[in-house]
């Protein structure tokens, strides 16, 4: 019996795609993208614990971004991280470009959202983050004729400081600097 897939964006995915082609042959990415480190190598997971509800990310680009733990499916309908990492890996040009410092978390808080075992609900990124990263990172999407993502939109997410819907601010350096490790920073007048 075959599962269908969710739906994924097949326009979104190629105008993505055509905006990586774009940026490497204009030289916008440097080789620093083909220097032997694949975005999607292979990464052993740890066993997954039959009880648990969160699983270790796997997604090479979003490991070491404040949280480790993830939960599928995800908002974007992405049933497994495999499915997630194949999209997500699409932006990896506008990463590299640094056109933003708040893209990288942004993206992966939106396709590997933090998953805490005690805490049920969803945890999103604060618009903010989001606003934060369409700012740097949208105007050169516009310059190669690509708009900011519709499922993306800044405006679906909370404020920070709302209590009744509680949002995840970017890790400064120094909560998860290089080490990969360390918990999430959440906005909200409840604390962490």
Same mark, same amino acid.
């Given at each position: %019996?075959?599962?269908? #897939? &969710?739906?994924?964006?097949?326009?979104?995915?190629?105008?993505? #795609?055509? %905006? #990586?082609?774009?940026? +490497?042959?204009?030289?916008?990415?440097?080789?620093s993208y083909h220097s032997g480190v694949s975005p999607m190598p292979h990464v052993p997971a740890v066993p997954k614990d039959p009880n648990s509800r969160c699983e270790e990310i796997t997604i090479p680009m979003c490991r070491g971004i404040g949280y480790n733990l993830t939960s599928f499916p995800n908002e974007m309908n992405h049933e497994t991280q495999e499915e997630a990492g194949l999209e997500v890996h699409q932006f990896w040009p506008l990463?590299?470009?640094?056109?933003? &410092?708040?893209?990288?978390?942004? #993206?992966?808080?939106?396709?590997? &959202?933090?998953? +805490?075992?005690?805490?049920?609900?969803p945890l999103p990124v604060c618009r903010s983050v989001c606003e934060r990263a369409r700012a740097g990172c949208a105007p050169i999407m516009e310059s190669y004729s690509f708009n900011w993502p519709e499922r993306m939109a800044c405006e679906n997410l909370p404020v920070s400081g709302d209590s009744d819907n509680l949002c995840m601010e970017m890790p400064s350096e120094e909560e998860h600097g290089d080490r990969g490790a360390g918990g999430s920073s959440a906005g909200g007048s409840g604390g962490s």
């Open positions: %019996m075959q599962r269908a #897939l &969710p739906h994924i964006s097949v326009r979104c995915s190629v105008s993505v #795609l055509s %905006m #990586l082609l774009i940026l +490497i042959s204009s030289g916008q990415v440097d080789g990463v590299e470009i640094k056109c933003s &410092p708040d893209l990288k978390f942004f #993206l992966c808080s939106m396709y590997t &959202p933090i998953c +805490i075992e005690d805490y049920h609900k």
